[in-house]
């Protein structure tokens, strides 16, 4: 049986210019370097902009968005979800 652990946070991402990228931390409770973040969404169209998102620490998982879109890109303020699977629920072979 997996183990899932989520978190979110309502980003204030602002301008991101073209080739740069914006990230943000966001608290999850138990996750752990090598966890899996199996999922992350964004309740707005985040507009070409590709995203990311790893565990970087305990309890921690770092979200990146980038912009390789040409233009300079508002974000706005997107509810950021992220889905953590933990390495002890796994049951790999």
């Known amino acids: 049986m997996s183990t899932y652990l989520n978190g ?48 970087t620490a305990a309890n921690t998982v770092t979200v990146v968005l980038n912009n390789n879109t040409g233009g300079t890109v508002d974000a706005l303020t997107p509810t950021i979800t992220v889905r953590v699977t933990t390495k002890s629920g796994l049951h790999l072979s």
């Open 8 to 55: 979110s946070i309502a980003w204030n991402v602002g301008d991101i210019l073209d080739g740069d990228e914006a990230s943000q931390d966001i608290t999850v409770t138990g996750a752990a370097l090598g966890d899996f973040v199996s999922e992350v969404s964004s309740s707005l169209d985040i507009l070409d902009l590709t995203m990311t998102a790893n565990v």
